[in-house]
């Protein structure tokens, strides 16, 4: 059977894959476009198990959003390059819009999720790994579901938060989310930062005190040592915190103005935690002249 232009047309339209991979399926299926299909299939399974282990610290964090319910998903790519590509970010939206509609609970169920067009979110994966020819990977999810006050933002593709409050406005949530994504603070208030953090502190406030304060009474010496820590949860706790867009209040005064509270928070930034590969080009160079 001739392999026409309009056969390959409709093959990459169906598959996503490239002109080359879908001519190469007709002619190897005798020109049965569904034979070419499940080919593509299969081959596009086996790249994508082939760089399933190849370290995926890249991509972007897309987000979803409803009113009260809102999802931010993390997908990974090897590299930047990749993490812009069209087809990589038309997948990536469309997950998250899937995990948000579907309310998918976790990873797992996430990628075993129905996908626009036909197949699972996996399968949609394994075709996008055979596309862009790098590692993909679905990997995590942050979710909120409820009715209060949602802020949602993403900064750059790079950093997602959600922020949920209750009371205030859109406009708060929004600000508030925005403040978590540059500051980054590491607990919600005081009451969350652990003992044993604030012990070592107080250790480490106490060696920092001159010998002419250590002289003073035990309770003059207390307030100095505890202004120290103070100043420290300050620095690491939201409502502590000099609140990004007003430097002149803090996030707790920004919050209270509008009558709003804090109900807790999700940050997840690209790759963090993902021991990413350190290329030494010199000895790269160096190697492939024979000087190494």
């Known amino acids: 059977m001739e392999i026409t232009a309009g056969l390959v047309k409709e093959l990459r339209e169906r598959s996503g894959a490239g002109m080359m991979e879908c001519k190469k399926a007709l002619t190897e299926n005798a020109g049965n476009i569904e034979a070419a299909m499940e080919h593509l299939r299969k081959t596009g399974l086996a790249k994508a198990d082939k760089k399933a282990g190849r370290v995926a610290a890249e991509g972007r964090i897309v987000i979803a959003q409803n009113g009260g319910n809102a999802v931010l998903v993390e997908v990974n790519s090897e590299t930047d390059f990749v993490g812009k590509d ?23 169920a996430l990628k075993a999720a129905a996908y626009p067009g036909g197949g ?106 505890s202004g120290k820590v103070n100043k420290i949860v300050s620095e690491i706790t939201l409502v502590g915190q000099a609140y990004a867009l007003d430097s002149n209040v803090t996030v707790e005064a920004a919050l209270k103005k509008e009558g709003a509270e804090v109900l807790g928070f999700q940050r997840i930034a690209v790759g963090e935690g993902i021991e990413k590969k350190e290329d030494d080009f010199a000895a790269e160079v160096m190697k492939q002249a024979g000087l190494a």
């Open 120 to 225: 699972t979110v996996e399968e949609a994966r394994q075709a996008l790994v055979a596309k862009v020819g790098e590692n993909v990977q679905v990997r995590r999810l942050a979710a909120v579901k409820g009715t209060n006050n949602v802020g949602g933002y993403v900064h750059g593709g790079r950093i997602g938060v959600l922020v949920e409050i209750k009371g205030g406005s859109e406009e708060i949530a929004r600000g508030v989310a925005m403040h978590i994504a540059a500051m980054n603070p590491a607990y919600l208030s005081a009451a969350q930062v652990p003992a044993e953090f604030l012990a070592k502190e107080k250790e480490i406030a106490l060696g920092q005190v001159s010998d002419k304060d250590k002289t003073k009474p035990a309770d003059i010496l207390e307030k100095i040592i």
């Open 86 to 108: 069209d087809n990589f970010v038309t997948f990536a939206n469309t997950v998250a819009q899937i995990a948000l509609e579907t309310g998918a609970a976790d990873v797992e």
